[in-house]
């Protein structure tokens, strides 16, 4: 951890200087690329040479290349690279970044600093894309049984969700709010949105 932190100074001239948000993107993908050990080890020297490679390279003002992602960041790269985005990025980058490593935890954390549009677009959206929609709302009910943190997210999700006529999905959301009445609703617009009477054999259980 202290070898990644050593380079906080350096980087901070070149990220509060021009080309900010691309040279943001090369410090987190390159701490992105520092894979966790294998249970009771600690970082390899290697993959901690190469991540202070690669930021020694950021300060100088050139862009590492990049390479495949094939693991899970280390814990310690993990957190200098949510201090970088952080510090130098946004709120919808840091969740995007959490919700990319299925960090759900820590994104219900950080998604209370979030307005609405961007906990709908870099950490809801993105875990119903990925499957992981029950994960996320498993971590927010573990945080807020209620989930009245989210109150203003979850509505705006919500009413994005009827837009695009995602009733699966809103219905979910509904059904772990509570939402029994607007649930219901949800229940029925799936059953009248077939079109074919196999279609609505197959959606009689919604009613």
């Known amino acids: 951890m202290g070898r990644l932190a050593a380079a906080r100074s350096r980087l901070h001239h070149v990220l509060s200087a021009g080309e900010q948000r691309r040279l943001l993107a090369a410090v987190v993908r390159a701490l992105e690329e520092t894979p966790a050990p294998r249970t009771g080890e600690k970082p390899g020297p290697a993959a901690l040479d190469r991540a202070e490679s690669e930021l020694t390279e950021i300060c100088a003002g050139r862009l590492p290349a990049t390479r495949r992602q094939t693991d899970q960041p280390s814990a310690a790269a993990t957190e200098e690279a949510l201090y970088y985005l952080r510090r130098y990025g946004s709120v919808r980058e840091a969740l995007s970044f959490l919700q990319r490593h299925s960090l759900y935890g820590r994104a219900v954390e950080e998604s209370a600093r979030a307005v ?92």
């Open 116 to 207: 609405p549009e961007h906990f709908h677009r870099a950490l809801l959206l993105p875990a119903v894309r990925s499957g992981q929609l029950a994960a996320l709302l498993a971590a927010m009910r573990a945080a807020s049984a209620s989930l009245a943190h989210w109150q203003q997210q979850l509505q705006y999700s919500c009413g994005r969700l009827r837009q695009a006529a995602a009733w699966h999905t809103l219905l979910q959301i509904q059904l772990a709010c509570g939402d029994q009445l607007r649930a219901a609703d949800s229940c029925v617009k799936m059953f009248c949105g077939q079109s074919s009477y196999q279609g609505y054999a197959q959606a009689l259980h919604h009613l």
